[in-house]
């Protein structure tokens, strides 16, 4: 890693031409020698080179410093932007005031700067992409295996959480199990048990999600993490559900509960309730879903400022009663959560159900909203949204007689069940 890459970062910070910096120094060609690592330029060059870029020269000239105390606290930093992103956020805060930031090291700032981006997707759900841009700069041309370790363990943990927020889970699933062996910190490890559960159950491999789920548990439990025991025991209530075992997900729901009634976390208790609507709702008592999900809905409003957090709810509460053939109740809820949509995703869920009450008065706006939905969960690699669309739309074509396109959205459900998503456009209908 070399002095060009940070010389790029801040030219490019400060908008700055290679002429400019260069100009009364050295000529313009061996300044992007420089940048290009052709060239180490000597301490009396840099330190002009600061001066032009209004840093402290050390920053240029002391670039290979590497202290081992500034390493113990990025460990630190990384162990609580796993654990713990509320103290992290304060930790940086923390670091950014001291004399010594920002790192001279270029290993130690990309290493910074690696852990600031997970925090950053975590708390926004979303990476910053100047410090991404900064991280793609030091890293141009380098081999990740030749990095220190502690380097690629933030590596590693950056790419797991960009991945995941990119909807790549097969590739955040190959990175946090790179992870898993470079740290012998216990906690870490159940954090990482716990996002490995999380991404195979987004791809739909159940039986391994609640095997790292029960990993994560048994460390949980040995350090009786009970916040991270209740939820994990309502992950694999959902697991069980997934996998149509519904006794044993209430069994495992019935846990969470007895956990959150020691700890009294109100969220907590209000995924159980809307988990346990789930689990009734597949054994078709909807009566009981329909308890569940307004009980849910309720306590997140007590809790949550932001409506969006109601609209899971919501949705189950409409479906039931669609499944229960009760329009007027299923308008009525649908109505209430239109009026509290915030992303898009929700509003394409919702068009859905609306879809489906007017299918009978209105069969061209039911096609319009299902394959506009379709199109929309397909582009966003949405399959727990997407599932089930197409076989909808394709029984609306078989019972109408169109069987081609019939047998186009058949097909196109089979893809989507083995894991294949294949959109075309059918501007025929």
């Not at 050295?26 to 600061?50: C, F």
């Not at 078989?398 to 959109?423: C, D, M, P, W």
Request: with cysteine.
């Amino acid at each position: 890693m070399h002095i060009g890459k940070r010389i790029i970062i801040l030219r490019k910070e400060y908008g700055m031409k290679q002429s400019e910096i260069s100009k009364g120094i050295i000529s313009t060609t061996h300044l992007s020698n420089i940048e290009k690592g052709r060239y180490k330029p000597p301490e009396d060059v840099l330190q002009l080179i600061a001066k032009k870029l209004k840093v402290p020269s050390r920053y240029l000239v002391n670039y290979e410093e590497y202290k081992k105390e500034y390493e113990d606290i990025l460990e630190k930093l990384l162990e609580l932007v796993i654990l713990n992103p509320i103290k992290a956020q304060n930790y940086i805060n923390q670091i950014e005031s001291e004399k010594f930031f920002p790192f001279q090291s270029l290993e130690l700032e990309l290493q910074y700067l690696l852990l600031k981006s997970c925090l950053d997707a975590k708390r926004e759900n979303k990476t910053s992409s100047v410090i991404n841009s900064q991280i793609n700069i030091l890293l141009h041309n380098e081999d990740i295996d030749e990095l220190p370790l502690n380097i690629k363990r933030s590596y590693y943990y950056y790419k797991g959480i960009q991945l995941y927020f990119l909807n790549e889970f097969q590739e955040s699933i190959y990175w946090f199990k790179n992870l898993l062996p470079s740290t012998n910190n216990i906690k870490i490890k159940a954090a990482i048990f716990y996002n490995l559960s999380l991404l195979h159950q987004k791809i739909e491999r159940t039986q391994d999600s609640i095997q790292f789920a029960e990993q994560a548990l048994e460390i949980y439990i040995q350090y009786h993490n009970w916040s991270k025991i209740g939820e994990t025991y309502t992950l694999l209530g959902v697991l069980h559900w997934e996998k149509k075992d519904y006794s044993e997900a209430i069994a495992q729901l019935k846990k969470a509960k007895e956990i959150q009634g020691i700890i009294e976390d109100d969220v907590l208790h209000s995924r159980i309730l809307h988990n346990l609507a789930l689990v009734y709702q597949s054994m078709k008592d909807h009566e009981k879903a329909i308890e569940f999900f307004k009980q849910a809905i309720e306590k997140k409003k007590k809790i949550y400022k932001e409506p969006v957090n109601l609209m899971v709810s919501y949705r189950g509460v409409i479906k039931c009663y669609i499944d229960l053939d009760n329009k007027k109740l299923a308008k009525k809820y649908l109505d209430i959560a239109y009026e509290n949509v915030q992303h898009k995703k929700d509003k394409y869920k919702l068009n859905t159900y609306y879809a489906l009450l007017n299918k009978e008065e209105d069969s061209e706006i039911f096609v319009k909203l299902m394959k506009q939905s379709i199109k929309y969960f397909t582009e966003k690699k949405d399959i727990k949204n997407l599932k089930g669309l197409n076989e909808q739309l394709g029984e609306y074509f078989f019972q109408t007689k169109r069987y081609k396109l019939a047998s186009y959205h058949f097909k196109e459900e089979l893809n989507i069940n083995k894991g294949v998503i294949f959109y075309e456009e059918k501007n025929s209908y």
